[in-house]
């Protein structure tokens, strides 16, 4: 499979991520480093001070990419570096760095792409009012004028923007991003003015003799959950309504004024209800609408929606009420992003048919997929979205260019250091850079211009073109009638499609199966009652979409728990899911003597980092200065891995079961272990009299709908529901084919509101 001579592989970057050195040669402080910085707003409590020392290290990091053969490297120039104070003078020791970087390519051969803007914005613009600010927008041009001037002659393309929105709608509306703001109408502002940023900066860059100018967006295809396995599939009027909605938010309101001069009707409604409109000046969509010679499509996944009149809004999607984004069932990667390649082709189709005559350019691909040095599963990943993007050439779509994100693992935003994307693993503690075995993979890539041929397919090999389980695969050949028809299409165009011979291991796997998993809930679990929402609702979906029929069982009672065994010791089913209660429970121990496949929640295969989240919550007390905490505990092995993580950091806590106990003036802040805990520890507070949190500072965990919206709102310890929901599928899954199911804990996020920082959230 080979591509196009003069097709462009490489790879991509951007300055917070990898450059360090925050402070050194006048560089100013980004919304990145405020944010950074501030407790709660990264996972791991991680900043881009340091990151991969890229700023001292480029030298060496050029010759990992000349050792990879990359043609070209997207990188980004950091605003805040160049100008700090965001306008006025030019920091010439940070174009410096720059020119620095552009020479050691060139010398390597390596075709510099430098992106203007990756989320960036210098502090100082920020305070004058940031995005939102139309004064934001000139002030880009002037920058992007200024960073033109000197490496004019060495850049071959100018990226405007990285993903706007991203910034616009995960910084201004969710706040999950710099600079955390949650305001809709300032997220569309900040939309617009992007756009507007873009368009002046497009013409200044013209004006000054750029030979190739570009934008990077974030692209997805919509779909319903049924077009996954039929994107012909018709649609009923309200999920198409959903769907071109999402679409309008997500995709058109940044193609349509780029690439049409206008936008989309129904975005405009959803703008105006939530903003108004008076930031859109007449002349702004000419400026936007200024010629571009490549579009840059960051593709990962698809978005998975369908309509659902009394779902609530998403935050990052201002307009969405009444829009379910629902869970996709297949395999997904470490963050839980569904990995559907084809998404890639029919978007590439898409943006093609609508936009004739442009070229487009795959700048980020890529996954994160664990920390190990051997990433068959990255190697995979990368492999199949080649394909689709092959697939697209072969309809005459104008791809010029495939960039993988990323080079090198990083400081990964708001997850920091946890997520690892990198073709180069990097010790962050020594800085050691060593290749992953996809990174010798994509040597060879482009060594070739293209892919090997392809081995005879395996079992493994459907499964994962169908986004099924190996069992699903080898029920559809078996021709077992317990296969949903949209899934029995989806394996069937996969065998066709690869050319699938059945051996006898795929026609043998469903021996003695059932087809029947259980959902057990044992009990009820008063930590988080959402987490067995979601258990219940994107397990179900998952474990369904592979063929399994899910029954729901509830064992609250020695006779029900009777009933259970009963069903596991008789092989009445083929697997199960246990949620047990927040106390002790016998039935976990029965089910894992019998021989069918269990996996249990805290469990050794799926877990919550508990202690780490106790430790997050002490780590912030510690920060702002409490010096006599003390933890309010209950029942349960997670309360007590809670409780202990929190005295790793405070080991002279005094620890309690009796709320009152705890509010005798020895006490300056409180760490429940769940959120009703704390529930209750504000009404005590409020009893006795004290302020919180000038008086008393109140944490706790699991973040349920209360503590949002108490007052003050409570500091918890978020867990990621959905993610942990999946990965009980995907365990069970795995068990039911046979595969060794590796031990998964799952990271939480410490929320930070009000009943800890006066003024929070």
């Not at 779509?397 to 935003?413: I, K, P, Q, S």
């Not at 060593?434 to 041929?453: H, K, M, Q, Y």
């Not at 299409?489 to 011979?501: D, H, I, N, S, W």
């Not at 199966?513 to 179900?540: E, I, K």
Request: proline share 6%; net charge negative.
């Amino acid at each position: 499979m080979r591509f196009p001579d003069g097709f462009v592989w490489g790879v991509s970057t951007s300055a917070y991520q990898i450059e360090g050195a925050a402070a050194e040669d006048g560089r100013g402080p980004s919304i990145w480093d405020t944010f950074s910085h501030a407790p709660g707003r990264i996972a791991d409590g991680g900043t881009g001070d340091q990151a991969c020392d890229h700023y001292h290290r480029h030298v060496e990091d050029v010759g990992l990419m000349k050792g990879l053969g990359v043609r070209a490297y997207r990188f980004s120039v950091s605003w805040s570096r160049v100008m700090p104070d965001g306008a006025g003078k030019v920091n010439a020791a940070g174009l410096d760095f720059y020119e620095r970087l552009t020479d050691e390519l060139l010398g390597q051969g390596i075709a510099p792409y430098a992106t203007l803007y990756h989320w960036d914005l210098p502090q100082a613009l920020e305070d004058r009012g940031g995005w939102p600010s139309r004064d934001t927008a000139e002030r880009f041009a002037d920058y992007a004028a200024a960073v033109h001037e000197r490496l004019g002659g060495r850049v071959d393309t100018w990226f405007t923007i990285n993903e706007p929105w991203v910034a616009a709608f995960l910084g201004y509306a969710a706040g999950t991003h710099a600079p955390g703001r949650r305001s809709a109408a300032e997220a569309f502002r900040s939309a617009h003015h992007m756009l507007l940023a873009h368009g002046l900066a497009a013409g200044a860059l013209r004006e000054a003799g750029a030979r190739r100018i570009g934008v990077a967006l974030n692209l997805s295809p919509v779909l319903t959950p049924g077009q996954l396995g039929d994107q012909d599939q018709e649609l009923t009027p309200e999920d198409a309504g959903a769907v071109s909605r999402i679409d309008a938010l997500l995709n058109r309101q940044f193609l349509d004024p780029m690439l049409r001069g206008s936008y989309p009707p129904e975005l405009l409604e959803v703008v105006e209800r939530h903003a108004g409109l008076d930031h859109v000046r007449d002349g702004d969509l000419d400026l936007i609408a200024r010629p571009i010679d490549v579009l840059g499509v960051n593709y990962y996944a698809p978005h998975v929606v369908q309509a659902q009149p009394s779902q609530p809004g998403e935050p990052a999607f201002p307009g969405s009420e009444g829009v379910l984004f629902a869970a996709t069932p297949g395999p997904a990667t470490a963050m839980g992003w569904p990995i559907v390649p084809s998404g890639l082709t029919v978007l590439l189709r898409r943006l093609a048919a609508d936009h004739p005559g442009l070229d487009l350019m795959v700048t980020e691909n890529g996954a994160d997929f664990g920390d190990g040095a051997h990433d068959a599963d990255r190697v995979a990943f990368i492999q199949a979205h080649v394909r689709a993007a092959h697939a697209a050439i072969s309809d005459g779509v104008r791809l010029r260019g495939f960039l993988a994100w990323t080079l090198m693992d990083n400081f990964e935003w708001a997850d920091g250091y946890r997520r690892k994307f990198g073709l180069v693993h990097v010790d962050f503690a020594t800085q050691r850079r060593t290749e992953r075995d996809s990174a010798r993979w994509f040597r060879e890539v482009i060594a070739r211009n293209g892919l090997p041929a392809a081995p005879r397919p395996t079992l493994e090999t459907v499964a994962a073109r169908a986004g099924v389980s190996r069992a699903t695969v080898s029920r559809v050949v078996n021709g077992e009638a317990s296969v949903r028809p949209e899934v029995r299409a989806r394996v069937q165009a996969a065998v066709e499609e690869l050319g699938y011979v059945p051996n006898q291991a795929a026609r043998s796997l469903v021996t003695r199966r059932t087809g029947t998993v259980a959902l057990v809930l044992s009990g009820p679990r008063h930590d988080n009652a959402a987490l067995v929402s979601a258990v219940v609702q994107y397990a179900t979906s998952v474990l369904e979409a592979s063929g399994h029929q899910v029954r729901l069982m509830l064992a609250d009672s020695e006779r029900s728990h009777r009933r259970v065994l009963a069903e596991a010791e008789g092989r009445h089913v083929d697997g199960m899911i246990l949620l047990p209660p927040d106390r002790q429970d016998p039935l976990a121990e029965r089910l894992a003597k019998t021989d069918v496949p269990l996996v249990l929640l805290g469990g050794p295969v799926v877990a919550v980092d508990e202690a780490g989240g106790g430790a997050a919550v002490a780590r912030h007390l510690r920060e702002l200065g409490r010096t006599r905490p003390a933890v309010l505990t209950g029942p349960g092995a997670a309360a007590g891995e809670r409780a202990r993580g929190f005295l790793e950091v405070f080991p002279r806590a005094e620890v309690s079961d009796d709320a009152g106990s705890l509010l005798t003036g020895r006490t300056d802040a409180v760490f429940a272990v769940t959120d009703p805990l704390a529930l209750e520890v504000l009404g005590a507070a409020r009893a006795a009299g004290l302020r919180v949190p000038e008086d008393l500072a109140v944490a706790g965990f699991g973040d349920g709908e209360a503590g949002r919206h108490t007052l003050p709102a409570l500091t918890t310890v978020a867990v990621p529901v959905t993610e942990l929901a999946l990965a009980l599928a995907r365990s069970l899954l795995s068990a039911l084919d046979g595969q060794p199911v590796a031990p998964s804990v799952l990271p939480v996020h410490l929320m930070v509101r009000g009943s800890t920082v006066s003024g929070g959230r």
